[in-house]
């Protein structure tokens, strides 16, 4: 996430540079241009024709492709992260069953374990 920042912030710091390449302080005056800056029509000086307008304040768009393509390289190249790991703690064992009970047997007249099986059921009973 530290690198995606970085980048998203470089490339906003690259991006608000463009405006101030269009002033860099040339100011292309020739006499015979005077306020024709952007006039296209063709002049011809010798063999190959010359016009008015020539692109020498740079384009916005492509210092901002430029930025964005590092931007993307950046990203890109960004390592993986391994998963995070978790540490569970084990579920406790459930409770061991109370020893503080008997189970009675009436038609046996005795408590378990010293009859196996009782046909009308178990009935428990408190140990003193």
């Known amino acids: 996430m530290k ?3 970085t980048g998203l912030i ?8 463009v405006p101030a390449l269009a002033d860099r ?5 020739r006499a015979d241009r005077h306020d024709r800056h952007f ?7 010798g063999k190959q024709p ?6 020498h304040h740079g384009s916005a768009l492509g210092v ?8 993307g390289v950046m990203l890109a190249l960004e390592a993986p992260r391994p998963p995070r790991v978790v540490m569970v703690p084990a579920a406790p ?6 020893d503080h009970t008997w189970y ?15 046909h009308e059921g178990w009935r428990a009973v408190p140990a003193y």
């Open 3 to 5: 690198k995606l920042t």
């Open 10 to 17: 470089a490339c906003l710091l690259l991006a608000n540079s």
């Open 25 to 29: 302080g040339e100011r292309h005056f």
């Open 39 to 45: 006039d296209n029509r063709p002049r011809y000086y």
């Open 50 to 55: 010359h016009h008015y307008r020539h692109d």
């Open 64 to 71: 901002l492709g430029l930025g964005l393509a590092v931007g």
């Open 93 to 98: 064992p459930p409770p061991r069953p109370s």
């Open 104 to 118: 009675y047997c009436e038609s046996a007249q005795t408590y378990y374990p010293y009859v196996q099986f009782c």
